[in-house]
Structure formats: structure tokens, C-alpha cells
């Protein structure tokens, strides 16, 4: 690209003079301009090159190599290599992927152990008969059907969240089971007559609410890289995925509050 200065260097105006003339000094191609080492008529028409200690009376000024290692180091200020450039882009890390991973082994394990009691009635489980007859003498209605959904909730929800599929609904699905166990066992009391006893007794609900934490992490962090979820729909989105999952939980538990529950 031709440019020329915001003037004439003599009382003749600006000239064309050698424009397109051929470089003799043997630089390779780059951009003819006219700069302040350059007089345009009959003076002195050299360059002065501080790195060569040389006059380059060419013309024509080389196009940088921006490649790496243009002057023998790995990148230098020949390839215009910014150092803000080294700084490596935001992103899910190693111990983020390796936490979620085994809190969604913690937490899917162990409900896969309390979903496989009540549906066959392994690991001293009372199976789904046991089961439906403890909600009934709770004051639930439609105990049986209850008795099933509670149990593949649990046993499929524990069994995605270990494989990370589908990891915010089948955290959602455990952490509405939660929600309901914990209502239940407050009574419906917000500040209960005996506070925190009845939270931190052995008859209380901390192991609940340590669950139900858990899960809710996971419907709003998602399960990390080490998952069969990775870079899909829900994994890009976890946000607008959480909301949904945690909306349809919170709805399960007000239907199974105020639908079977006597």
C-alpha cells in the first residue's frame, strides 16, 4: 500500500518518481511508502536500519514474519506476540470435574441402595409391599403407587446420577423425595417447638437436608466433564436447566403433599 506524508518534502508537490521502482538491495516484499527518512527529490533516499546497522535505500519495508521463533526464541516481539495472549481461556477445571464426580457417585450411590431396598427388597429392604404399608400407616393415600414411584425415583435417579446421564432431572427427582421426607418430619412446622434438637437428633432430619443439598448442587452445577451429560443441550446450559428441574421438583413434592397425603 502506498502512503505518503501529510506533506511535500519540497516546493514541487508530491511525486511519483520511482514508485514502482525495482528494490536493489535485495529485501524482500513489503509496502513503498515515504517516510521521514526519505527525501523525495534528489537527497538522500536511505533508510536507516537499527537492528542491521544498515541504510536500506530500497523503498520498500519487509512484511514482519509472525510466525513463531522469528528470531530465535520460541515467540518474540518480531512474531508480536502479546504476553496476555499465555493466559489460558475460562473454563471447567480438573478439580471442579473431579468434585461433582464423586459427589454424584456419593449421592447416587447410596440412592441407588435405598431405591434397590424398597423396589426388590435387597440389603434388608422392606420391598415395594413393606414400603407401601409404612405409607399408609404415615397417612398417605395410594400407598402402593407411591411405594413404586418413590422406589424408581430413587433406584433409576441414583442410578443416572453415577452415570451422569440426565444428571439435573434425575437430581431433581432426589431432591424432591427429600423435600417431602423432610416436610414430613417437621410436620409441617417452619420453627418447630424443640428447635435445632429436632434437626440434630438421631431421630432428625440432618441426613435429609445434607441429601437434599447434594442434590440440588448437582440440578444447578450439572455433573462436570467426567460424564456421559458432557457438552450436551443441558450440560451448555446449566442455569435455564436447573430452573426447569428444580421447578418440576418442587412441584412433584406440593402434589405429593397435598394429593396423598391424608
Same mark, same amino acid.
Given at each position: 500500500?502506498?502512503?505518503?506524508? #501529510?506533506?511535500?518534502? &519540497?516546493?514541487?508537490?508530491?511525486?511519483?518518481?520511482?514508485?514502482? &521502482?525495482?528494490?536493489?538491495?535485495?529485501?524482500?516484499?513489503?509496502?513503498?511508502?515515504?517516510?521521514?527518512?526519505?527525501? @523525495?527529490? %534528489?537527497?538522500?533516499?536511505?533508510?536507516?536500519?537499527? #537492528?542491521? &546497522?544498515?541504510? #536500506?535505500? &530500497?523503498?520498500?519495508?519487509?512484511?514482519?514474519?509472525?510466525?513463531?521463533? @522469528?528470531?530465535?526464541?520460541?515467540?518474540?516481539?518480531?512474531?508480536?506476540?502479546?504476553?496476555?495472549?499465555?493466559?489460558?481461556?475460562?473454563?471447567?477445571?480438573?478439580?471442579? #470435574?473431579?468434585? /461433582?464426580?464423586? +459427589?454424584?457417585?456419593?449421592?447416587?450411590?447410596?440412592?441407588?441402595?435405598? %431405591?434397590?431396598?424398597?423396589?426388590?427388597?435387597?440389603?434388608?429392604?422392606?420391598?415395594?409391599?413393606?414400603?407401601?404399608?409404612?405409607?399408609?400407616?404415615?397417612?398417605?393415600?395410594?400407598?402402593?403407587?407411591?411405594?413404586?414411584?418413590?422406589?424408581?425415583?430413587?433406584?433409576?435417579?441414583?442410578?443416572?446420577?453415577? +452415570?451422569?446421564?440426565?444428571?439435573?432431572?434425575?437430581?431433581?427427582?432426589?431432591?424432591?423425595?427429600?423435600?417431602?421426607?423432610?416436610?414430613?418430619?417437621?410436620? %409441617?412446622?417452619?420453627?418447630?417447638?424443640?428447635?435445632?434438637?429436632?434437626?440434630?437428633?438421631?431421630?432428625?432430619?440432618?441426613?435429609?437436608?445434607?441429601?437434599?443439598?447434594? @442434590?440440588?448442587?448437582?440440578?444447578?452445577?450439572?455433573?462436570?466433564?467426567?460424564?456421559?451429560?458432557?457438552?450436551?443441550?443441558?450440560?451448555?446450559?446449566?442455569?435455564?436447566? %436447573?430452573?426447569?428441574?428444580? /421447578? /418440576?421438583?418442587?412441584?412433584?413434592?406440593?402434589?405429593?403433599?397435598?394429593?396423598?397425603?391424608?
Amino acid at each position: 500500500m502506498a502512503t505518503h506524508d #501529510d506533506g511535500p518534502r &519540497s516546493s514541487g508537490g508530491y511525486s511519483d518518481d520511482g514508485f514502482y &521502482s525495482t528494490s536493489t538491495s535485495g529485501a524482500g516484499g513489503g509496502a513503498h511508502h515515504f517516510d521521514d527518512g526519505t527525501r @523525495a527529490f %534528489g537527497g538522500d533516499t536511505s533508510r536507516f536500519d537499527k #537492528d542491521t &546497522s544498515t541504510f #536500506d535505500t &530500497s523503498g520498500y519495508t519487509p512484511v514482519d514474519d509472525f510466525a513463531p521463533g @522469528a528470531r530465535g526464541g520460541p515467540y518474540d516481539e518480531a512474531a508480536h506476540y502479546d504476553e496476555d495472549d499465555r493466559r489460558k481461556p475460562f473454563g471447567w477445571t480438573g478439580s471442579a #470435574d473431579l468434585g /461433582l464426580l464423586v +459427589l454424584r457417585l456419593a449421592l447416587g450411590g447410596a440412592f441407588l441402595g435405598h %431405591g434397590a431396598q424398597k423396589v426388590f427388597g435387597v440389603l434388608g429392604g422392606p420391598g415395594i409391599d413393606g414400603f407401601a404399608r409404612t405409607l399408609a400407616d404415615l397417612g398417605y393415600r395410594e400407598e402402593r403407587i407411591l411405594a413404586w414411584v418413590t422406589g424408581l425415583t430413587e433406584l433409576v435417579g441414583g442410578g443416572l446420577l453415577v +452415570l451422569g446421564l440426565f444428571t439435573p432431572l434425575a437430581a431433581a427427582g432426589i431432591l424432591g423425595v427429600m423435600a417431602n421426607v423432610i416436610a414430613f418430619r417437621y410436620g %409441617g412446622q417452619l420453627f418447630p417447638p424443640d428447635g435445632l434438637r429436632r434437626f440434630l437428633n438421631p431421630n432428625g432430619v440432618e441426613q435429609e437436608v445434607a441429601y437434599a443439598a447434594m @442434590a440440588f448442587a448437582l440440578v444447578f452445577a450439572g455433573p462436570g466433564r467426567a460424564a456421559i451429560d458432557y457438552n450436551r443441550g443441558w450440560f451448555r446450559h446449566p442455569l435455564l436447566t %436447573g430452573i426447569l428441574c428444580f /421447578l /418440576l421438583a418442587a412441584g412433584a413434592t406440593a402434589v405429593t403433599l397435598l394429593v396423598f397425603r391424608d
